[in-house]
């Protein structure tokens, strides 16, 4: 893999690998509930992220949360970016001073735009970009002077938000680790490359999705194009993945149409939750939640205006729902290298999942070829049977196109819609 393998790498992809199955499996916590948690465990300095990190180990040794300062993990970082998920404390800021640069060095959100150096330093900073409108609104400007008015206040802002940017780093006392060194820019990075995360991953997010079909089953969706060459169309994916990657589907008795939209969610990052009788999708790496309710036909909201669209129920673009940060939807969060640079989590994903699709393809008709040979050669004694020389390109496309239109039928039955497809 094109990753390079650092000592703090592999320390952050073994803690990401022991951590992240458990916690995936975990059911959703509703946002309050996670909030009055951090706040009744918060009086003292012992927080250093309690409730996200307790029982989230698997061994038998009891869970020891890692320290404060670990810039190299990014489960503690998840676990800080979590804080700001709630919209009603964290309103979206300007890239320069957006939730993730404050969760890289340390930061949480601890109240309206409230931010602390939890088990830290115990620093907060209040961020108010507001200053910016009463200024607008309390001045006495004469319209001649708007276009000033507009300058003076977008510099205003500008000012503003680099006072902030500064506080990233100093808002921390002296003393405080955190203002000495922060996470590193690719402590977001998803790998998704690893089979012994992607695999797992992939099968919690799919059977999850099951678990909320009958939501999930006449909503629209929009994904990733796999016109792209070396990427599989999602019907292929699941005929030709080994059975053991998404495993069977649980108690749940999907149709093939079910499997399919289960599939093509969890790809895109997505499982499917729970919360309060409302069924969600949910993204583990940006925490952004999408209600299924408002994507069902029909479903008319209570203060719509809009005539025109009535009945015809809103398109759930796959990629785009993914807060505008999240790996899962950008390249430059994601920072892969190599022949993967440029690509977000979703991509990669994708083109990993084709590939082991592919492989697996292959190697069983490797075998039944050998298989074949055996018979044919059945008083032979020679057990090291040579294997049969791999399939040239030509033979794999032939393959490939024989499989498509063996799937032809199977995927005219459904209708999930195409990255491009025009929005309603
Ligand atoms: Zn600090
Ligand atoms: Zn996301």
């Given at each position: ?5 650092e ?7 073994k ?10 499996a ?12 951090s ?17 989230s ?52 959100c ?14 907060r900073?209040?961020?108010s ?5 009463q ?6 400007s ?32 002296d ?24 695999q ?21 969706l929009?994904a ?161 049977i ?23 039928k ?15």
């Open positions: 893999m094109p990753e390079a393998i000592t703090t790498k592999r320390k952050f992809y803690a990401l690998d022991s951590l992240q199955n458990p916690r995936a975990r059911p959703v916590e509703p946002a309050a509930k996670r909030v009055r948690r706040i009744s465990t918060s009086s003292t300095v012992s927080y250093s992220t309690p409730n996200l990190v307790v029982g180990r698997k061994d038998d040794s009891p869970a020891r949360p890692p320290p404060n300062f670990s810039p190299w993990s990014s489960e503690t970082f998840l676990a800080r970016l979590k804080t700001f998920s709630s919209v009603s404390l964290w309103h979206p800021k300007p890239e320069a001073i957006s939730e993730v640069e404050w969760a890289k060095r340390g930061w949480v601890v109240g309206v735009n409230t931010i602390a150096c939890k088990g830290g330093c115990q620093k900073v209040v961020i970009l507001e200053a910016t409108k200024r607008e609104d309390g001045a006495d004469e319209e001649d002077d708007e276009q000033d008015d507009t300058d003076h206040e977008s510099a205003f802002e500008d000012a503003l938000v680099g006072r902030y940017r500064a506080l990233v780093v100093d808002g921390h006392a003393s405080c680790l955190w203002r000495k060194a922060g996470c590193k820019d690719d402590v977001y990075h998803l790998p998704v490359v690893r089979a012994t995360i992607w797992p991953e992939l099968r919690k997010r799919y059977r999850s999705v099951h678990q909320i079909c009958e939501s999930v089953r006449d909503i629209k929009k990733l194009p796999y016109e792209t060459p070396g990427l599989l169309s999602t019907e292929r994916v699941l005929a030709d993945l080994p059975a053991g990657v998404l495993g069977p589907p649980g108690e749940e008795q999907p149709t093939p149409e079910d499997s399919l939209k289960a599939l093509e969610i969890a790809l895109h990052g997505w499982r499917g939750s729970e919360d309060t009788g409302n069924e969600l999708l949910h993204c583990d790496a940006c925490f952004q939640r999408v209600g299924l309710w408002m994507y069902q036909p029909g479903y008319k909201p209570a203060h719509s205006s809009i005539d025109d669209d009535a009945g015809d129920s809103a398109i759930i673009d796959l990629v785009e729902m993914h807060r505008e940060h999240c790996p899962w939807r950008n390249a430059q969060t994601q920072k892969s290298a190599g022949s993967l640079s440029g690509l977000n989590a979703s991509q990669i994903l994708q083109r990993v999942v084709s590939t082991c699709a592919r492989d697996h393809t292959r190697r069983s008709e490797e075998q039944q070829r050998a298989g074949a040979q055996r018979e044919d050669d059945e008083l032979d004694d020679d057990a090291s040579p294997a049969s020389p791999a399939p040239s390109r030509e033979e794999v496309e032939k393959l490939d196109k024989e499989r498509d239109s063996r799937l032809k199977l995927k005219s039955l459904f209708s999930i819609k195409r990255k491009g497809s025009k929005l309603p």
